[in-house]
């Protein structure tokens, strides 16, 4: 399974609770989209996960910066994600981002909202935030193999799901 979170806020540790730990703890890969704010929160997802691939947000200390991109290519099963904090020009940038790193799909955070755009070229992932939700639900994503690419979750951790949906090629 690959987890993906973003948005922890947090200057004491990883914040993970409920379904959201679990999934880290279970995953095979864990995405963060930036915004983990100091390098000891970092520090604790790795403790959590098997593998963690980060970008860095605009609220990240320097060590963090030193330590993560701001933007970055990871694959997962056989599938690209393109993978950044925040790009400015809405979807039409986010596609963009993606199509420049021939990625199946983009993974962005930044807006604390959890959502997926697949109406475009490409699937707009946002796993919203599992810690400061700032009006939203706490939310993270989960992505699994299926018949037919990956199967996609927006779970909170008290592991309700508030959306369904897949990546394909």
């Known amino acids: 399974?690959?987890?993906?979170?973003?948005?922890?806020?947090?200057?004491r540790g990883?914040?993970?609770?409920?379904?959201?730990?679990?999934?880290?703890?279970?995953?095979?890969l864990v995405i963060h989209a930036g915004d983990f704010m100091r390098?000891?929160?970092?520090?604790a997802f790795e403790d959590e996960a098997r593998t963690v691939r980060g970008v860095y947000?605009?609220?990240d200390d320097s060590e963090i910066r030193d330590r993560l991109p701001e933007a970055r290519t990871v694959d997962y099963k056989g599938f690209?994600?393109?993978?950044?904090?925040?790009?400015?020009?809405?979807?039409t940038e986010l596609t963009l981002f993606g199509r420049e790193r021939d990625a199946d799909a983009v993974i962005y955070g930044h807006?604390?909202?959890p959502e997926v755009d697949t109406s475009g070229e490409l699937p707009l992932i946002n796993p919203g935030s599992h810690a400061q939700p700032r009006g939203y639900r706490k939310a993270h994503a989960e992505l699994e193999p299926s018949?037919?690419?990956l199967a996609g979750r927006l779970v909170t951790p008290n592991n309700y799901v508030i959306e369904e949906f897949s990546v394909s090629r």
């Not at 390098?39 to 520090?43: C, E, F, N, Q, R």
């Not at 690209?80 to 979807?91: Q, Y």
């Open 39 to 43: 390098a000891s929160v970092l520090d």
């Open 1 to 11: 399974m690959l987890t993906v979170v973003s948005d922890t806020h947090s200057v």
């Open 57 to 59: 947000g605009n609220n």
């Open 80 to 91: 690209r994600f393109a993978v950044t904090h925040r790009v400015s020009g809405g979807p």
């Open 111 to 113: 807006s604390h909202n």
């Open 147 to 149: 018949d037919d690419g």
């Open 14 to 28: 990883h914040e993970l609770t409920g379904r959201t730990l679990q999934a880290v703890r279970e995953a095979d």
